[in-house]
């Protein structure tokens, strides 16, 4: 089997895979203690290991020890890459770009023609379009749900306000809702300007990931949602350089 791992600033997502299919797959914080202890039952059958990661390189290190813990596999850490199959990244300097945003777009080309954005909403929100012929117009990085909230709390001192989610961006009349709402009136502008983005680059598909994803979709965003992109583009790409 193939183990696969997502490891973003919040959590790590990971796939056991067969030859044909998804075995078995879950999540946890990224800084949990045994972040792969409901998979040590397994650990005999893995055959190789690919690893999509953004974290820190003390983080990062920390993880591949965690990884050799675990079992004797070859460990595969795959990175942002100018092009692949018909997908031309747009950055030159591609060693900058978040291996999760190449991964959740190769995912997205591999899934079928046309044109897309993709959205994940994680710890950041990162939105990335590409266009029919597989070129990378760009993207933006905004930040998450979590990292908005902690600011206003750590940031400014009289805001105190429950963790409720909202689902309305009507005006608030009190802290919480100014604040649950605010975020959600942002998103539903982050939402317009998306679709607007879309007709005027002829993007056909819109897809979502990430643990935000849910809310932003109720926020009008109306998309594909694939939790496990990231995956699946690396998945993808793994098989490929395996084959290389
Ligand atoms: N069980 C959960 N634990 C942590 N964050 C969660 C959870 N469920 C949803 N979220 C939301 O998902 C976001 C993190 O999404 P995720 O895709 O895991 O981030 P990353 O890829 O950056 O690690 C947080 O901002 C939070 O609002
Ligand atoms: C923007 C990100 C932090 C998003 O990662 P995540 O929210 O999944 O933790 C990540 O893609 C990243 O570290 N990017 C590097 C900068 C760039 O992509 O230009
Ligand atoms: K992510």
């Known amino acids: 089997m193939k183990l696969l791992v997502d490891a973003g600033n919040t959590r790590l997502k990971w796939q056991l895979c067969g030859d044909r299919n998804v075995v078995h797959s879950g999540f946890v914080g990224l800084d949990a203690d045994e972040p792969f202890s ?9 055959e190789r290991i690919a690893v999509s990661t953004v974290i820190s390189e003390d983080k990062r290190r920390h993880l591949q020890s965690r990884l050799e813990a675990l079992c004797a596999a070859p460990i595969v850490f795959h990175w942002a890459e100018s092009r692949r199959g018909g997908l031309v990244n747009a950055y030159t300097d591609t060693e900058k770009m978040g291996a999760d945003r190449w991964h959740a777009m190769y995912g997205a080309w591999s899934a079928g023609p046309g044109g897309f954005a993709v959205i994940d909403a994680g710890s950041a929100i990162t939105v990335d379009y590409v266009s029919g012929s597989g070129k990378h117009l760009g993207g933006y990085i905004l930040p998450g749900k979590q990292m908005m909230l902690r600011s206003l709390r750590q940031d400014a001192a009289r805001i105190g306000f429950d963790t409720r989610d909202a689902r309305a961006g009507e005006p608030g009349a009190s802290t919480t809702e100014c604040v649950q709402h605010g975020l959600v009136w942002l998103w539903e502008s982050m939402v317009a300007r998306i679709q607007a983005d879309c007709a005027r680059f ?16 109720n926020a009008g965003l109306s998309a594909t949602h694939e939790p ?4 699946v583009g690396l998945a993808a790409i793994d098989q490929e350089r395996e084959l290389e």
């Not at 409901?38 to 893995?46: A, N, Q």
């Not at 496990?228 to 995956?231: A, D, I, K, N, R």
């Open 228 to 231: 496990w992109l990231v995956l």
């Open 38 to 46: 409901e998979i040590t039952r397994w650990s005999g059958d893995i």
């Open 202 to 217: 002829g993007l056909e598909r819109t897809i979502v990931t990430g643990g935000d994803a849910e809310a932003l979709n």
